[in-house]
């Protein structure tokens, strides 16, 4: 079975320019999640999609921020523009089931932004 | 509001030794689950276990064991005979169910390094 794949794997910018990120979930996974993992510190929830719709995104900066999963399968995370502090991992996972609060999570492996 | 507390930020000891990894967690919810990540320096989040808030029931797998004490708000983990492949970020985490989706709340995360 295919992973939640991401892209890029690494990406580097200078602040105030615009970033994209690409995740696709494994197939049939109604839920998908982005998180930012900022060094040293545990991952933190930046948006949740039940299908195309927005569950949870009340710690995403919306000022620069935002998210799409127009189709419901694949997702775009994009800050615009970025600044030094946006330096993190961000993180794509989904999962199978949506609104069962046990259903664990399938990561992928992230996409590390270095912003200049 | 939930909130995870891993107090270790770094443990190192040598392969063969048991180490146990600390964590404590809050939150108002009767129902909740937790969770143990394991983050290689791959980056990917590995899911490790699960346990709902109504089974205190400790659990072995393998090299790992799980202790779960609602008493004490508390799910350590631990690694019997470590060894280098353990070298990881390992995460606690708590999912409670939030508006129609459930949210992971992760805790800072312990860096284990085991060493020959």
């Known amino acids: 079975e295919a992973g939640v794949a991401q892209s890029p794997r690494y990406k580097i910018i200078e602040k105030r320019q615009s970033v994209a990120f690409w995740c696709n979930p494994i197939s049939g996974h109604a839920t998908l999640y982005w998180y930012q993992q900022i060094l040293g510190q545990g991952p933190k929830l930046l948006i949740q999609f039940q299908n195309n719709g927005v569950v949870d995104d009340s710690q995403l900066p919306k000022d620069r921020f935002s998210a799409e999963r127009l189709k419901g399968v694949d997702s775009t995370l994009k800050i615009q523009p970025a600044k030094l502090e946006d330096s993190a991992v961000y993180l794509c996972?989904?999962?199978?089931?949506?609104?069962?609060?046990?259903?664990?999570?399938?990561f992928g492996s992230g996409t590390q932004l270095s912003v200049l | 509001a939930q909130k995870v507390t891993q107090a270790q930020t770094e443990i190192s000891v040598v392969e063969k030794e048991d180490v146990t990894l600390d964590c404590v967690y809050e939150t108002r919810d009767t129902t909740y689950y937790l969770f143990w990540y394991k983050q290689p320096p791959s980056g990917e989040l590995v899911f490790l276990i699960r346990r709902n808030s109504f089974d205190e029931q400790n659990e072995i797998s393998g090299r790992y064991s799980w202790n779960f004490q609602k008493s004490t708000s508390s799910f350590n983990f631990t690694i019997t005979a470590s060894q280098v492949v353990d070298s990881a970020v390992y995460f606690c985490a708590l999912s409670v169910l939030t508006g129609g989706g459930n949210k992971l709340t992760f805790g800072t995360g312990t860096q284990l390094k085991v060493e020959l």
């Open positions: 996972a989904s999962r199978s089931i949506g609104g069962r609060t046990g259903e664990k999570l399938f």
